[in-house]
């Protein structure tokens, strides 16, 4: 198949594309451009390029109907034949998937889209959504916004339009006014990274509360607003593995391919909607940046600003909206320019818009090269970010000029500062360059924009507290004295031309259950650890004595200053929970393994219900050994081992100043199936080319092996028998594997099916290592308790180039659950003191 991609490749590469080959079908491609103006018009007929400055050229996924316009603009196009190949190797491989009607899930648990399992469907969202709300009803609610375009034209069809809202719920009436965070994920429905960032995101957010200091004072003091699918039904269609942008909306034309249908959302937001006479939207129904006949004309739009804006006049004022309204920037397109002034500096709250791709930090203006009102601010919080990121910040104008933009819209009419991320370097993101790194340095950006969101156009000049340290402190008795630590650095900023001044940090404070600009709040002077305050980064210092504090959990903000503009930063938070010594109880013990009594490496969670106090401790590897510190009461305790059933106690009393022993003695998980492939083929379902062989290298023993498999194959070694799995759960496949597959084209799939075969979902892919790794998956929580369980290994390979094959050995399936059990059950399970009273 690659070979057969690159001819086409070359042969599109050299002729205009005028036949109707695959118009749907993407190619990367990159084109020389002569200038700034050059740029622009090529640009304007995309969304989403990569622009490498020094080299001028662009590179961009697009269509043959997208290199013609770029030729027609005079630029000279020539085609990724490698980029262009992976690309439809991915995407032919998640249509396999499709067709074979797999449901793949991601390390989520939640249904991943074929072939890019880690990224959830819109279901998968949903239900996460739904999963947050019953979890964790303090924190987590659901905001119903309105429908989507095809819910409007039938109400049984397409989607309410959600937003998920995350705050201290039982505080926020009291504190209406706390500063908000709304961003948009995958307006532009093929982007795939974008809603799995936020939904993680939002996982961080609740999933830390109460157990993350910065989590948990993220939560209690702002209030975030993720709309975590902006463009459900057009996502849906992307979900199939069409390069899809834009809403549904068929109204307004069919186009000639099924791709084109639809109005670019992010063309049709309401300030100043069709300014830039079509340079930065189009008028073309069939165009990707097709605005819609009048501004804010889709469902989709009104819904999103209805939710964060409120109504707008054309004046700019915009009332019942997330954001209080900052400064009046006009609506109207005929003044030509802003008419607004800048927003306050006290303005609170940051509005993001997400994207793929291009490694871009953006914000206002995306229609003029004016500098904003509020854009040497807007730039100081963007390169913040960006640090993190390690993306190009800069005004989005520099890409190319858009009209009727997300961001222009909300900076514009509301003064909010207002940021687009275009996230790494693909519409279909491997899941594991997303993962990988996409996904954990724009999680520390956006947990420094939260840092920052009570001020954002002053916070950012100061340092930021990156973390701060109680020293392990975190319940001592009234009277103790905590070492508090904490780190700051000043000089993180993606700089530019001009570049981002740095001060360095003059002095550090801590607060004491205040937040710093809280009224009266009381500043605690911290030492420099070095002794001196007078570098960019610096390690502060306080001994807190905890006489006089009362019983409960107590926050310690730390917040740096900046030399020479006395400007503060972002601070952070530890916490301390204190109590009377007489209410201070212990509990300790120690984990082995019940058959044979060896320690193990084991966590140990602690939890009272009544308080809502949760700690943990982590087992001496060398002992088995633990101490957990609590208030007394009675309270929980669970216990997990790798390889051992989880185990808990639902109530066991602990009394203060006392030591309570509890020993665990930790029963092994159960194997349901297992084969070391010694005894032949027995109990599986072979096709050629599988076969059990000897000597692979690597491996002395018997494996299950494709050799050198042929082009075009699918074949698959499945269990022959089901396997009953009733009243066990936390199933768990094992195996070892040696993938010897051409790399990013012929691929090994680890498959489970509950129903006797019929359907199957993937839990695992490999391709290009010809070394032999042991893998442990965890299955989806719908393989407990299956009475139909089969497991299939299956090798699908292209059309040129092979090697050695896939090779299988040690296949075991373990699970846990009431029958796994019953089966070591006996009247010792927990030893050493565990049935006193």
């Given at each position: 198949m690659?070979q057969?991609?690159?001819?086409?490749?070359?042969?599109?590469?050299?002729t205009?594309?005028s036949t109707?080959h695959a118009e749907?079908?993407e190619w990367?491609v990159e084109?020389?451009?002569?200038?700034?103006q050059?740029l622009?018009?090529a640009a304007s007929?995309?969304?989403h390029v990569?622009?490498?400055?020094?080299?001028q050229?662009?590179r961009v996924?697009t269509?043959?109907?997208g290199?013609e316009?770029?030729r027609s603009?005079g630029?000279?196009?020539t085609?990724?034949?490698?980029?262009?190949?992976?690309?439809?190797?991915a995407?032919?491989r998640?249509?396999g998937?499709?067709?074979?009607?797999?449901v793949?899930?991601?390390?989520?648990?939640?249904p991943?889209?074929?072939?890019f399992a880690c990224?959830?469907t819109?279901e998968?969202?949903?239900?996460?959504?739904?999963?947050?709300?019953?979890?964790?009803?303090?924190?987590?609610?659901?905001d119903a916004i309105?429908?989507?375009w095809k819910?409007?034209?039938?109400?049984a069809?397409?989607?309410?339009?959600r937003?998920?809202?995350i705050t201290?719920?039982a505080t926020?009436?009291a504190?209406?006014?706390r500063?908000?965070?709304?961003?948009?994920?995958?307006?532009h429905?093929?982007?795939y990274?974008?809603a799995e960032?936020?939904?993680?995101?939002?996982?961080w957010l609740?999933?830390?509360?109460?157990i993350?200091?910065e989590a948990t004072w993220?939560?209690?003091h702002?209030?975030?607003r993720?709309?975590?699918?902006?463009?459900?039904?057009?996502?849906?269609?992307?979900e199939?593995?069409?390069?899809?942008?834009?809403?549904?909306?068929?109204?307004?034309?069919a186009?000639?391919?099924?791709?084109?249908?639809?109005?670019d959302?992010?063309?049709?937001?309401p300030f100043h909607?069709?300014?830039?006479n079509?340079v930065?939207?189009?008028?073309?129904t069939?165009?990707?940046?097709f605005?819609?006949?009048?501004?804010q004309?889709e469902?989709?739009?009104e819904?999103?600003?209805g939710?964060?804006?409120g109504?707008c006049?054309?004046?700019?004022?915009?009332?019942?909206?997330?954001?209080?309204?900052?400064?009046?920037?006009?609506?109207d397109?005929a003044?030509g320019?802003d008419?607004g002034?800048?927003?306050?500096d006290?303005t609170?709250?940051?509005f993001f818009?997400m994207?793929?791709?291009?490694?871009?930090v953006?914000?206002?203006?995306?229609?003029?090269?004016?500098?904003?009102?509020?854009?040497t601010?807007?730039?100081t919080?963007?390169?913040r970010m960006a640090?993190?990121?390690?993306?190009?910040?800069?005004?989005?104008v520099?890409?190319?000029?858009?009209?009727g933009t997300?961001?222009?819209?909300?900076?514009?009419l509301?003064?909010?500062?207002?940021y687009?991320?275009?996230l790494?370097d693909?519409?279909f993101?491997s899941?594991?360059?997303?993962?990988?790194?996409?996904?954990?340095k724009?999680?520390?950006?956006l947990r420094?924009?939260a840092?920052?969101?009570?001020?954002?156009y002053?916070?950012?000049k100061?340092?930021?507290?990156?973390v701060?340290?109680a020293n392990g402190?975190?319940l001592?008795a009234a009277?103790?004295?905590?070492?508090?630590?904490?780190?700051l650095?000043?000089?993180?900023?993606r700089?530019?031309n001009?570049?981002?001044?740095v001060?360095?940090i003059?002095?550090?404070n801590?607060?004491l259950?205040?937040?710093?600009?809280d009224a009266g709040a009381?500043a605690?002077?911290?030492?420099?650890a070095?002794?001196a305050?007078d570098?960019?980064?610096e390690t502060?210092?306080?001994s807190?004595n905890t006489t006089?504090?009362s019983?409960?959990?107590?926050?310690v903000?730390?917040q740096?200053v900046?030399?020479?503009?006395?400007?503060?930063?972002?601070?952070?938070?530890a916490y301390v929970?204190?109590?009377a010594?007489?209410?201070?109880?212990?509990l300790?013990g120690?984990v082995?393994a019940?058959?044979g009594?060896?320690?193990?490496a084991?966590?140990v969670?602690v939890?009272n219900?009544?308080t809502?106090?949760?700690r943990?401790?982590d087992t001496?590897?060398a002992?088995?050994?633990?101490?957990r510190r609590?208030?007394?009461?009675?309270v929980a305790?669970?216990?997990?081992?790798p390889?051992?059933?989880?185990e808990?106690?639902p109530?066991v009393g602990l009394?203060g100043?006392?030591?309570t022993v509890?020993?665990?003695?930790?029963?092994?998980?159960?194997?349901?199936?297992?084969d070391?492939?010694e005894n032949g083929?027995?109990?599986?379902?072979?096709q050629?080319?599988?076969?059990?062989?000897?000597n692979v290298?690597?491996?002395?023993?018997?494996?299950?092996s494709t050799?050198?498999y042929?082009?075009?194959?699918?074949?698959r070694?499945t269990?022959?028998?089901?396997?009953?799995?009733t009243?066990f759960?936390?199933?768990a496949?094992e195996f070892d594997?040696?993938c010897d597959?051409?790399?990013?084209y012929?691929?090994?799939?680890a498959e489970?099916?509950?129903?006797?075969?019929?359907?199957?979902?993937?839990?695992?892919?490999c391709d290009?290592?010809p070394?032999w790794q042991t893998?442990?998956?965890a299955?989806?929580?719908?393989?407990?308790?299956s009475?139909?369980?089969?497991l299939r290994?299956?090798?699908e390979?292209?059309?040129s180039?092979?090697?050695?094959g896939?090779?299988i050995?040690n296949v075991?399936?373990?699970a846990?659950?009431?029958?796994?059990?019953?089966?070591?059950?006996?009247d010792t399970?927990f030893?050493d003191g565990f049935?006193n009273?």
């Amino acid at each position: 198949m690659r070979q057969a991609l690159l001819a086409i490749s070359i042969a599109l590469a050299a002729t205009a594309a005028s036949t109707a080959h695959a118009e749907s079908t993407e190619w990367v491609v990159e084109a020389k451009y002569a200038d700034a103006q050059a740029l622009a018009r090529a640009a304007s007929h995309f969304q989403h390029v990569r622009v490498n400055r020094k080299q001028q050229t662009l590179r961009v996924e697009t269509d043959e109907r997208g290199i013609e316009l770029l030729r027609s603009e005079g630029l000279d196009v020539t085609v990724d034949l490698v980029a262009s190949a992976e690309l439809h190797q991915a995407m032919a491989r998640a249509e396999g998937a499709r067709r074979a009607g797999v449901v793949e899930f991601g390390s989520s648990g939640y249904p991943g889209i074929p072939g890019f399992a880690c990224y959830r469907t819109v279901e998968g969202t949903y239900q996460t959504m739904d999963d947050l709300v019953a979890a964790h009803p303090g924190l987590v609610e659901i905001d119903a916004i309105g429908p989507s375009w095809k819910k409007t034209q039938n109400a049984a069809q397409g989607y309410e339009m959600r937003a998920l809202r995350i705050t201290n719920l039982a505080t926020a009436a009291a504190d209406p006014d706390r500063p908000k965070l709304v961003a948009f994920s995958s307006i532009h429905a093929r982007e795939y990274a974008p809603a799995e960032l936020m939904t993680r995101f939002a996982e961080w957010l609740v999933n830390g509360y109460g157990i993350d200091p910065e989590a948990t004072w993220l939560v209690d003091h702002n209030d975030f607003r993720l709309i975590l699918q902006a463009n459900p039904d057009g996502r849906k269609q992307a979900e199939t593995g069409l390069s899809w942008r834009k809403n549904t909306n068929n109204i307004d034309g069919a186009c000639g391919s099924g791709n084109s249908i639809g109005i670019d959302l992010n063309r049709n937001f309401p300030f100043h909607w069709n300014i830039t006479n079509g340079v930065g939207s189009s008028g073309n129904t069939c165009s990707e940046t097709f605005r819609g006949p009048l501004r804010q004309s889709e469902p989709e739009t009104e819904n999103l600003m209805g939710y964060v804006a409120g109504t707008c006049n054309l004046a700019g004022e915009c009332t019942g909206g997330v954001f209080t309204d900052r400064r009046s920037g006009s609506m109207d397109p005929a003044s030509g320019n802003d008419d607004g002034g800048a927003a306050p500096d006290d303005t609170r709250g940051i509005f993001f818009d997400m994207h793929s791709y291009s490694d871009l930090v953006l914000w206002s203006w995306g229609d003029t090269a004016a500098l904003a009102p509020n854009g040497t601010q807007l730039r100081t919080l963007g390169r913040r970010m960006a640090w993190f990121n390690q993306y190009d910040p800069q005004p989005a104008v520099e890409l190319y000029p858009t009209d009727g933009t997300t961001d222009d819209s909300m900076y514009g009419l509301l003064g909010v500062p207002a940021y687009t991320f275009e996230l790494d370097d693909a519409f279909f993101q491997s899941c594991s360059s997303f993962e990988g790194d996409t996904l954990p340095k724009n999680i520390n950006a956006l947990r420094y924009s939260a840092r920052a969101l009570h001020a954002p156009y002053l916070l950012p000049k100061g340092p930021d507290t990156v973390v701060v340290d109680a020293n392990g402190a975190d319940l001592v008795a009234a009277g103790t004295s905590v070492d508090i630590s904490a780190l700051l650095d000043s000089s993180r900023f993606r700089q530019g031309n001009p570049t981002e001044p740095v001060y360095p940090i003059a002095s550090v404070n801590a607060y004491l259950d205040q937040l710093p600009w809280d009224a009266g709040a009381s500043a605690l002077a911290m030492s420099a650890a070095d002794g001196a305050f007078d570098s960019n980064s610096e390690t502060a210092t306080l001994s807190l004595n905890t006489t006089g504090w009362s019983s409960g959990r107590h926050f310690v903000h730390v917040q740096g200053v900046a030399a020479n503009t006395g400007q503060a930063g972002t601070p952070n938070a530890a916490y301390v929970d204190v109590a009377a010594a007489g209410d201070i109880a212990t509990l300790s013990g120690t984990v082995t393994a019940r058959d044979g009594g060896a320690p193990l490496a084991a966590s140990v969670t602690v939890s009272n219900a009544a308080t809502g106090e949760i700690r943990s401790a982590d087992t001496n590897p060398a002992d088995g050994a633990y101490t957990r510190r609590m208030l007394a009461g009675n309270v929980a305790v669970h216990v997990s081992a790798p390889g051992y059933l989880d185990e808990d106690l639902p109530a066991v009393g602990l009394v203060g100043t006392q030591t309570t022993v509890r020993n665990f003695a930790m029963l092994s998980r159960c194997t349901v199936f297992e084969d070391a492939m010694e005894n032949g083929s027995a109990g599986w379902v072979a096709q050629v080319p599988w076969s059990i062989v000897g000597n692979v290298p690597g491996n002395i023993t018997q494996v299950w092996s494709t050799g050198t498999y042929g082009n075009n194959v699918d074949t698959r070694l499945t269990t022959s028998a089901t396997i009953d799995l009733t009243g066990f759960d936390a199933v768990a496949l094992e195996f070892d594997d040696r993938c010897d597959t051409e790399n990013n084209y012929d691929f090994g799939y680890a498959e489970y099916s509950i129903d006797g075969g019929n359907q199957w979902s993937r839990v695992y892919a490999c391709d290009g290592r010809p070394s032999w790794q042991t893998q442990r998956v965890a299955l989806p929580a719908n393989a407990s308790g299956s009475s139909g369980f089969k497991l299939r290994f299956r090798l699908e390979s292209d059309g040129s180039i092979t090697r050695p094959g896939w090779s299988i050995d040690n296949v075991r399936v373990t699970a846990g659950g009431e029958a796994c059990r019953a089966q070591q059950l006996d009247d010792t399970i927990f030893v050493d003191g565990f049935d006193n009273p």
